[in-house]
């Protein structure tokens, strides 16, 4: 049996995370205002099936399909937030679960740095895939657990403040958003964050 690790609804899709996701996805690329879902499955390779009740059933289009060993990623958008829904449906009866028995998300760090300095900011740009973090700045990184609890987490702090979206890996072990901006923009948007990631019920995470 499939675990789930996690499973949002992104009900309004934010530019800067929508232009993230498309400059990063191989599938059919969302666009701003569209309402998303993201899924997370163990084992990996379930997620194939997962994709194929989605879009059979459903009038929504991926696209991001990750296929890991371990862990296997979706996630399906339209501006219908009714089909992205069902799409969910669909997908939580062929599972056989509710969406109650995702993992409760865990911020494993949440970390802010002022004023970085401008060698950091030329590290960080380097493995970045969104925008250029600046000199001088003010730096939030958050790590979180499951690894797709990034993505809310990104697209709720870009709801919350004028920050500007550095990097985010919503695949792996655990999940990590790097987001940039003035030190008061950056701790509203952290603070969002929490917020949001602390409304998502579930069972209980043992990370």
Not at 3 to 26: H, K, N, Y
Request: charge should be negative.
């Amino acid at each position: 049996m499939a675990e789930l690790r996690t499973f949002t609804f992104i009900d309004v899709l934010q530019p800067q995370f929508t232009a993230f996701v498309a400059s990063t996805a191989a599938g059919y690329l969302p666009v701003a205002e569209q309402a998303s879902l993201w899924v997370e499955i163990a084992p990996g390779m379930d997620i194939q099936r997962v994709t194929d009740v989605a879009l059979k059933r459903t009038n929504v289009r991926p696209a991001v399909q990750v296929v890991e060993r371990a862990f296997g990623l979706l996630e399906v958008h339209s501006f219908d937030q009714g089909e992205v829904r069902e799409a969910g449906r669909a997908i939580l009866d062929y599972l056989e679960l509710q969406e109650k028995d995702r993992l409760r998300p865990v911020i494993k760090t949440g970390t802010m740095i002022t004023n970085v300095d401008p060698y950091q900011a030329m590290l960080i740009n380097r493995m970045r895939r969104g925008s250029m973090l600046i000199a001088g700045e003010t730096l939030y990184i958050l790590e979180v657990h499951p690894a797709g609890y990034a993505c809310i987490a990104a697209n709720e702090a870009e709801k919350a403040a004028p920050i500007t979206i550095v990097h985010v890996q919503p695949v792996g072990a655990f999940g990590r958003v790097y987001l940039g901006g003035t030190e008061a923009a950056i701790t509203e948007a952290a603070a969002a964050v929490h917020n949001a990631l602390a409304s998502i019920d579930g069972r209980p995470n043992p990370a």
